[in-house]
């Protein structure tokens, strides 16, 4: 038997930087209609794995100057590789940091940019090491302070073998049919164009090796086959007779596995070219006729809605609602209202979960088992379109662990509803201002929820397919699964950036007491608005205080914030500890945790730290944090507004106004919502 190899050309993943806002209601539901058939069963992309994460040893001598540069180089990469799932990238004259990222070539597009988010997210945990790379099942990312772009070998290059080997009669075969096939792919990659080759072979009935070759574009020809000359020989003579090995060097990723990886990545990604079956090219043809029917029909429609609205003809916009809505009833995510109603007991006050600013949320249970919760919306036609296309395009096009499932909806029925995946631990406020329930939130368990928030926040701000501010991060928007884990959710509110764009103007929304002054005084929204609301939850979960009723609470009319900042000034935060925590964690944990919401509660917003360096704060084991400065005191007693930050003094004479005259000053626990 002779093993075959055949050259892959990567695909060109879609441009995304210039989508005008006015087209995202048809552009998003494309992404919406197209799920179903690139996602995994329960109507999401799972993320990838992550192989091997390789830290340098030395560590930077100036950390801010070059986390800054780290980010910038990051960021170019993001703007390039989906441009052609290869990037390289350079920023600072002064600690400069290299970055490369490429995408294995049997990625389709969107699993290209999935795969670089989550690597994106992840790598920040070697700072602050002067290098760092990270393999993951479909990409690889690398920083450094040197340009190795050019690197096929380095002494940090490694292999991983599989536990399982294969046995018996067919090992000798397995054996040299996957030397052979191993061979022909490493031979054949460093001349192709693209520098990948994939290829299998039967071994015997029901075992089949395959394989994958791939190096940097970045390298020359010589580099390639050098690279991945001295990764056959590590899988080869280290790990045969295991079922599955990997080579990850410097300049390339080399792999078997009894597993076909890049046919079942391509078929999931719905774009890659993995296989040769003529099945698989069928299915790919029809997908991309499809595609391109719903583009133009999708087009025709925006560009109608678009003219009404500048007509002003609504009767027209209503019209066009309706085949919006048709569109969605024929997608694969769409759930009948009826199945909908009967699985909430008709929407039952017993199931009901909670109360949010755009609709309730119910429990229901499907037909076979699963449980759900429903989300239900109540607006006229013109709000609708607005809210619902926000919601389910924007969660639906981000997938992270700690961000909640969307599962479908419903368009069909008298309301609008939305399914999510249902967590059975409800909320966190349920639990963090509950007296009796919050002695379930261990210190282990708060911590978790404090990393994993931040962690799902670094993704929405850095690293998911689009740059999404979710602008009401609060207790009650996190929920907890069935191990406390948490999953930010409700993104009625949030909005996405283009790449050009610094910041956005908009009416103010949100709920009072986690909005960011600036947001309050200048309706100018940006990461750093989300990065307050986290802080002031992070200040919540440590002292299992909430912020809006503090100044009630407090004999001197103090905001959540004072205190902490008068208990800081005075070297005495463990005050302040939640009592259900004392004698459960370190001091030094404690101290850590409270400085590092302080400083995203800064007054100033570019003080505030990005999320993703926050994540890197709270998983870093070094003491040393950046000293916070004071943040807004919003000390609503009395009908006044004081504090000595630049941002507080704004706010007596701007929040009135803003406000819309929708709450008074003193009403400090309304969530404001204002028509966009």
Known sequence: MSSKAKSERPHNPMTQSHILPTMVPALVLLLFLSSGTTAAGDGSIPSPAVYRTVCGKNQTTNPEAFDVNFVNAM???????????????????????????????????????????QSRVKLPLCLPATTGRIFLDGCFLEYSDRNVSSNSVEDGDTFACSNFTVGGSAQETFRNLTTDLVGNLTAAAYLMKDYYAVGSVPVSPGLTVYGMAQCWRSLNASGCRECLEQGKQSIISKCLPADDAKAMNAGCFLRYSTKPFYLTASAGGGGGRGSSSTGHRVTIAVSTVLAAIVVIGLVFLWRMRRSSSICGQDAENEGVNREIIKSITKSQLSFKYEDLSKATCDFSQNNKLGQGGFGAVYKGILPDGREIAVKRLFFNTRQWVDQFFNEVTLINQVQHKNLVKLLGCSVEGPESLLVYEYLRNSSLDNYLFDSFKKTELSWERRLDIIVGTAEGLAYLHNASVVRIIHRDIKASNILLDNRFKPKISDFGLARYFAEDQSHLSTGLAGTFGYMAPEYIVHGQLTEKADIYGYGVLVLEIITGRKNQNSISTSVEGHSLMQQIWQQYNSDSLMALLDPDLEGRCSEEEALKVFKVGLLCVQASPTLRPPMWKVVEMLNSRSKQLPNPTQPPFLSLHKGAISGSSESSDLLSSSLSSRLGGQASVNEISVSIFQGR
Do not use: V
């Open 75 to 117: 960021e170019k990469i993001f703007q390039n590789i989906s441009n052609g799932g290869f990037a390289i990238s350079s920023s600072g004259d002064n600690f400069t940091a290299y970055g490369l990222g490429q995408c294995f070539s049997y990625l389709s597009p969107i699993n290209c940019q999935l795969c670089y988010s």
